[in-house]
């Protein structure tokens, strides 16, 4: 699936997943956005953004968006002095349920845990990971 960053705010038209067709409903790609697989469709560059498919006209577009080159360090990044960079699917905060009678979700992290639970969240200290997710 190819996706590019958007290099400039843009204006979109919603377009109906299931029939194609463009609806009325307006939507804003914002600056740094990513869109997927572009196609050209009568004037308009047809993306998906968000789970939505959306048309922008071509004219518009055309100049403002760049492939996102997956796994690569960009290049305003600092160097990691030879070593490789970090894998993609580790960029990513990993989420676990925790068994309680309120929505609890704890994540590792260095030094210690982040843990959402309800509607609020905390950081646990706990350099070596050792807490089970259980209560004390």
């Known amino acids: 699936m190819a996706k590019f960053e958007l290099t400039k705010t843009l204006e979109g038209i919603k377009v109906n997943k299931r029939s194609g067709i463009p609806t009325n409903e307006k939507i804003t790609l914002s600056f740094g956005a990513i869109i997927e697989d572009p196609k050209e469709d009568r004037g ?3 993306v998906s953004y968000l789970g939505q498919v959306v ?7 055309t100049g403002c968006y760049k492939p996102i080159d997956d796994g690569a360090m960009p290049a305003s990044a600092p160097s990691s002095g030879g070593k490789s960079s970090t894998p ?3 960029r990513f905060i990993r989420w676990e349920a925790i068994p309680s009678n309120v929505a ?3 994540a590792k992290v260095p030094g210690g845990w982040l ?7 905390a950081f646990l200290p706990d350099p070596s990971h050792d ?6």
């Open 44 to 46: 308009n560059l047809r």
């Open 55 to 61: 048309d922008v006209k071509l004219a518009e577009i």
């Open 88 to 90: 993609a699917d580790t």
């Open 104 to 106: 609890t979700l704890r």
């Open 115 to 121: 843990v959402f639970a309800g509607n609020g969240m």
């Open 131 to 136: 807490w089970d997710g259980s209560s004390l």
